[in-house]
């Protein structure tokens, strides 16, 4: 019986080439005899995919067999009826491309059509023309002003040409329900197209509906047309789709069809399902995500760049080709800047006369460092500085404090020294110090200050003439060990060469009498300010004092004791009872020995150090010559106050600075 039906349909199909009923239904087209071409495919799961993303191609898939339509070349058209349901998936979310047609055309194949707005059906020559003998039912979603497009988003109805004869937007009518509904052919959302002809009322409806609402009961196209004309005996039926530039993939998922009669409902849980959503949120990610994302990512890069740039800027330095030979000595601002942790305030050590120290920690090893900012302005002779000081760096010596390297930037320079954690000597001594030393700490400093200034005047490959000793500028290391430090201020002289230099350095009371007259600095004015300084941490007192409204110098106090029979009068009353007479009495006899106003008259450091190491005896000052007459500040011979451009340390650094600066950094020897 199946077999007799099998061979029954084969028979009529190779006997009778025309679909006589004209009547078909597919729920899907697996496996369906589709005539296809251009970019038509059916899918695996059974959609007929008319296009893909190729542009500016046609595609049409027809059902393969022609339909009776008319009895007769001059008959009236029978009525017909068909219903599928499509999907248009645009490329772009927002962007509507050439839409595709439901077609009935004397022919399947239509040489020379354009793809774009023509739809693959027609081209510029023959558009319009009647001997196309071809009815459509177009889903636009491109709006064409030239074909007189109401929208991008309508339907219409076109004989022999694209412009259509009528034509509506997208929507519908829900039955039960006023009012009309738009509806969105790009949604991607399947919906559901029937297209009615009454032969004998000549109308054509057009209805659209979302997929599982229902035929609404009013068409959204519902014009009188006599289609006799139009048509010819037999037509092929089918779709015709192309793409443009901008390309929606248009899915059919189901269609069915019938001559004389209604088309035969579609069961619409038997319809393939369209293509993951997935490949959507992909476009959606593509085209609203990525420029985000691109923005995002810019904004990220332009703010990177402008911190990279403030950066750069903040931690930019100067180096010159000739600091390629010191670049062992050279540190990174940004490393200083890490280790200071920014210059703050809590890590200021203090403000001497050349500008601000901090304390730090170097970010790599960890080894603490003071940074001595000094702020100029000037070019000239820094090559000749940096020389200097990067030759002192290489002197290491216990009772010196090592400078370890600088750091150069505009208007600025940066020293960098060890850390000295027990601060500088001066704190130690004067006006009721919190804290202050013993007689053996104070005797331990003044023999390391003598050992280091020895070692600089003679011990190293170069004289080096400190130019600046006083309790301000000797540190106290961890093992409260005299340091000198402040090599910033220290000129090198090579052996051998005549020493001069045009520029006064030093302080008030530190300063030897000749010093102040020619501004020659010799190591002779180096064992003067040694004198005044061994005098200053025994006594506790500065070189030169105002004690009730009377200038006290000191020297000439400690000479009065001394005249008077009783040098340990001199000492610090801080000391009590704790010192050892000998000691005391042998730093005050040395620190007046050195403080003669005749530079001959000084003894070298070397000597200095022999006396204090008990290597060599002092002999009584009177049998050397000394007399009140030999001290300069008593008559005040070749010093006048007023008459020196230095002003007591302490009280006016900037001046000094200035001064001091220019000394150092403008050259001249
Ligand atoms: N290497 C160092 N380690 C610890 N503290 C230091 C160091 N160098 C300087 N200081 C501190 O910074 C202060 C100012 O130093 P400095 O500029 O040398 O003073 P001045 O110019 O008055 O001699 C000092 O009094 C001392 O407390
Ligand atoms: C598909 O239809 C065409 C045209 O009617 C016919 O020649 C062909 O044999 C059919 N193919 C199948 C597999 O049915
Ligand atoms: C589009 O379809 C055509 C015809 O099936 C095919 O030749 C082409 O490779 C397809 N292009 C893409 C990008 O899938
Ligand atoms: C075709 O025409 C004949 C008369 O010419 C008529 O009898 C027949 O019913 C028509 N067929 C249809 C399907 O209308
Ligand atoms: C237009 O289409 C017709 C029929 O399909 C074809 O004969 C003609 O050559 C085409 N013209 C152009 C310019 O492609
Ligand atoms: C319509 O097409 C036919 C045949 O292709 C042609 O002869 C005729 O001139 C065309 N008419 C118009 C108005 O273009
Ligand atoms: C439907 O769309 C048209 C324009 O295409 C608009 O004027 C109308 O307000 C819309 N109606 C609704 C209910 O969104």
Redesign the pocket.
Known sequence: MLFAIALAVSLLANTAPTHETGDFTYNGFRSANLSLDGLAVLTANGLLKLTNVTKQKVSHAFYPDPIRFK??SD?AV?SFSTTFVFAIVPEFPALGAPGFTFVIAPHREFPGARPGNFFGLFNETNDGNATNHIFAVEVDTLQNAELYDINDNHLGIDVNGLVSVNSSPAGYTENDIQGFRNLSLISGKAMQVWVDYDGTQKQIRVTLAPVNVGKPNTPLLSPSFDLSPIFKETMYVGFSSATGTIISSHYILGWSFKV?GQARRLDLSQLPRLPRVKKKQKSILLTTGLPFLCLFFLSILVFAMAYAIRKQRKFAEVLEDWERDYSAHRFKYKDLYVATKGFRDQELLGAGGFGRVYRGVLPTSRTEIAVKRVSHESRQGMRQFIAEITSIGRLRHRNIVTLLGYCRRKGELLLVYDYMPNGSLDKYLYNQPKLTLNWSQRFRVIKGVAHGLSYLHEGWEQVVIHRDIKASNILLDSELNGRIGDFGLARLYDHGTDPQTTHLVGTLGYLAPEHARTAKATTSTDVFAFGAFSLEVACGRRPIETREEEEVVLVDWVFSCWDKGDILEARDPNLGTDFVAKEVELVLQLGLLCSQSQPTARPHMRQVVQYLEGDLVLEELSSLGISRSGFPFAFHEGFSRSGTAYPSSADNAFSQTSSVANGVLSGGR
Do not use: R
Request: net charge neutral.
């Open positions: 009895n007769s008959g029978h004389n």
